[in-house]
C-alpha cells in the first residue's frame, strides 16, 4: 500500500487548503482513512476519517465546522478541505489508512504517506 498526500502550502488566516490522499496497492473497499496532523512539539493527533465504502465522517472537535474529508472511489483518493484556517492548524499532515473502522488512534493505522506541510500565517 502506498499513500501520496500533497496539497500543502503556505496560507493566510481564514483561507482555504485542499488536501489529497492518493492510494494504490489494493483494494479499498473494507478500508477506512484517516487525516492526522503533527504540530510543532505536540503530539501527532486525529483530525478527519472516513471509510472507502460508506458511512460517516468524523472530525476532531477542534476541526469541526471548517474542515470536509471526502472521498472519490474512482481515483481512490481522499480529500481534507480545509477552511478558514487559524495559525493553530499550522502542522504536518498525514494521510493513514486501516482495514476496518475509523478510529481516532494512530496505533492503529497500518499505512502512512509521507506528510504535507500546512502553514498558516496570522
Known amino acids: 500500500v502506498q499513500l501520496q498526500a500533497s496539497g500543502g502550502g503556505l496560507v493566510q488566516a481564514g483561507g482555504s487548503l485542499r488536501l489529497s490522499c492518493a492510494a494504490s496497492?489494493?483494494?479499498?473497499?473494507?478500508?477506512?482513512m484517516g487525516w492526522f496532523r503533527r504540530a510543532p512539539g505536540k503530539e501527532r493527533e486525529f483530525v478527519a476519517g472516513i471509510r472507502w465504502s460508506s458511512g460517516p465522517t468524523y472530525y476532531a472537535d477542534s476541526v469541526k465546522g471548517r474542515f470536509t474529508i471526502s472521498r472519490d472511489n474512482s481515483k481512490d483518493t481522499v480529500y481534507l478541505q480545509m477552511n478558514n484556517l487559524k495559525p493553530e492548524d499550522t502542522a504536518v499532515y498525514y494521510c493513514a489508512t486501516r482495514d476496518g473502522r475509523v478510529t481516532e488512534s494512530s496505533d492503529d493505522y497500518d499505512f502512512w504517506g509521507q506528510g504535507t506541510l500546512v502553514t498558516v500565517s496570522s
Open positions: 496497492g489494493r483494494a479499498f473497499n473494507t478500508y477506512a
